[in-house]
């Protein structure tokens, strides 16, 4: 067998690099004068030349189109059924312990409370069925942001576009849209959100249907107590994490005994069927139960839901001291 | 919120490429109607984390080629493709009957050639020659350095010269 010279082998690599158009200049230089004189690797380099003429007729022939059409159609379905099923979820240190927040393409679906925990596993977003979750921080972290931001008092709203698919029922969907409605540093009861939906006597379902709300703080189910003033409940057995939404609201509140209730008394009122808002003192407002009243922490609270003073106890010329 | 640029619009410029790229290195268009699907499906779920600047043809070429090698990860898998891909039929170039038959002879023996080469050097000499990536992207695709990747074409030009060894091929122009 005939072996290569020395020179040859060792400029095969950028004569191979050359001849299919992938060198630059000063290589394309060393080659030319190296087949200047070598005749084997002048061949070589024609031989080479000629098969990248083939490689460029080939990349240039037409693909399979009708495989191409097909894969895509199908891709497009498939794409479809991924962005219907995939959610993406972080899991972040807060005030009230760690959170998961998770969010589709339509919007927020998710805010649980973790406690100590932070896998994914201890979620109720792993039990769902038809859904993709799929970790994604910087995804949830703007949100996030915005949560500690309220957690914090320095934000009043969550604009959130929301993702009701979690919810368990038709009816748990209209009581978190009638709760999302009760404004910020403000409490109404179960019943009063009973009525919202239209069935007075759902005082219990209504409740049920809170205490498994999917979002919990963007819809503000924090802010709905028993009739009599009492807290009631808070996702399960998390009155504390109630207490301490209500207040960063501002929402006075009260320990007496076990039972933890609003301070009604130092909570401007309005009746559900008014524009105005009251001292508690006002007409028969102070004997009657929450379950048509919506309370106040502040006046500014008040009047930024759009309510004006009372013109008969005048609340703007006596406010409740602070 | 999510993503920069709809991903409608990365599917619409990138896919029949993709699926191109996919066709040529499993020869297969089962294969590479799967492959492809899969491919979008990832860069989906992944491509709210992309940042502005980010080349998302590379990114597209690397999860394609991540997903090719599970593919063929079992050497068995790829053996049994090599065996069953059928030489395609196509329009051949129109100088006269007998440049045809030289490139549809050509051809025919490249793209076995090619069909047979290990994987990285397929992949490797499918993204240099027939859709011109750098070699930078493509030894990020393989895991390799640039160095690396240039020397797996080199090889397969190597074994396709020699395996053409003997046969007359048209003059045509050249790739680039």
């Not at chain 1, 896998?119 to 996030?144: H, I, M, N, P, T």
């Not at chain 1, 009155?239 to 609003?262: F, N, Y």
Request: charged share 25%; glycine share 8%; aromatic share 6%.
């Amino acid at each position: 067998m005939k072996v290569k010279p020395q020179a040859c082998l060792k400029i095969e690599v950028d004569l191979v690099a050359v001849a299919t158009g992938d060198a630059e200049g000063a290589v394309r230089g060393r080659v030319e004068d190296h087949i200047g004189f070598c005749a084997a690797c002048r061949g070589d380099f024609q031989r080479y030349r000629e098969i990248d003429g083939v490689v460029g007729a080939l990349r240039r022939s037409p693909a399979d189109g009708e495989g191409a059409v097909r894969a895509r159609e199908t891709l497009e379905s498939r794409l479809a059924d991924l962005r219907s099923r995939l959610m993406m979820y972080g899991v972040f240190p807060s005030p009230l312990g760690n959170i998961l927040i998770a969010r589709s393409e339509h919007g927020v679906s998710l805010v649980e409370y973790l406690g100590e925990r932070t896998g994914f596993k201890s979620s109720r977003l792993s039990q769902v069925g038809g859904v993709e979750a799929q970790e994604d921080g910087v995804e949830v972290e703007a949100l996030y942001r915005e949560l500690l931001d309220y957690l914090h008092g320095k934000r009043t709203r969550l604009e959130w576009p929301l993702d009701l698919r979690l919810a368990r029922s038709d009816f748990q969907r209209a009581v978190m849209k009638a709760t999302v409605a009760i404004p910020y540093g403000a409490v109404a009861s179960y019943a009063g959100i009973a009525s919202d939906v239209g069935n007075r006597s759902a005082v219990r379902a209504v409740a049920q249907a809170l205490r498994w709300n999917p979002l919990p703080i963007v819809v503000p189910c924090h802010r709905v107590i028993g009739s009599s003033g009492s807290l009631t409940g808070y996702a399960g057995d998390k009155l504390s994490l109630k207490m301490q939404l209500l207040g960063v609201e501002g929402v006075p509140t009260l320990t007496a005994h076990r039972d933890r209730r609003v301070a009604r008394d130092a909570m401007y009122v309005r009746d559900r069927h008014e524009v105005e808002y009251c001292l508690p003192i006002c007409g028969s407002l102070a004997s009657r139960t929450l379950a048509d009243l919506t309370l106040f922490a502040s006046r500014e609270r008040a009047e930024s839901a759009g309510l004006a003073p009372c013109s008969a106890c005048r609340p703007d010329l006596h406010p409740l001291s602070a | 919120m999510m993503g920069a640029q709809p991903f409608e619009t990365i599917v619409t410029a990138h896919h029949a490429e993709i699926f191109r790229y996919l066709r040529r290195v499993t020869s297969r268009t089962s294969e590479a109607e799967d492959l492809s699907q899969e491919t979008f499906l990832r860069a989906y779920r992944a491509y709210r984390t992309l940042t502005p600047e980010a080349n998302v043809r590379a990114w597209l070429f690397a999860i394609a080629t991540n997903l090719t090698r599970n593919h063929f990860r079992s050497e068995k898998r790829r053996r049994v493709a090599y065996a069953f891909a059928a030489v395609e039929q196509r329009d051949t170039d129109p100088d006269g009957p007998e440049a045809e038959a030289l490139f549809t002879e050509a051809r025919g023996l490249l793209e076995t050639t090619v069909r047979g080469l290990p994987l990285k050097q397929r992949v490797a000499f499918t993204l240099r020659k027939m859709h011109d990536l750098d070699y930078e992207t493509i030894g990020r695709s393989l895991d390799c350095s640039a160095e690396s990747a240039r020397a797996h074409v080199f090889q397969a030009l190597r074994k396709i010269r020699v395996s053409l060894n003997g046969h007359q091929l048209p003059q045509m122009e050249p790739s680039r």
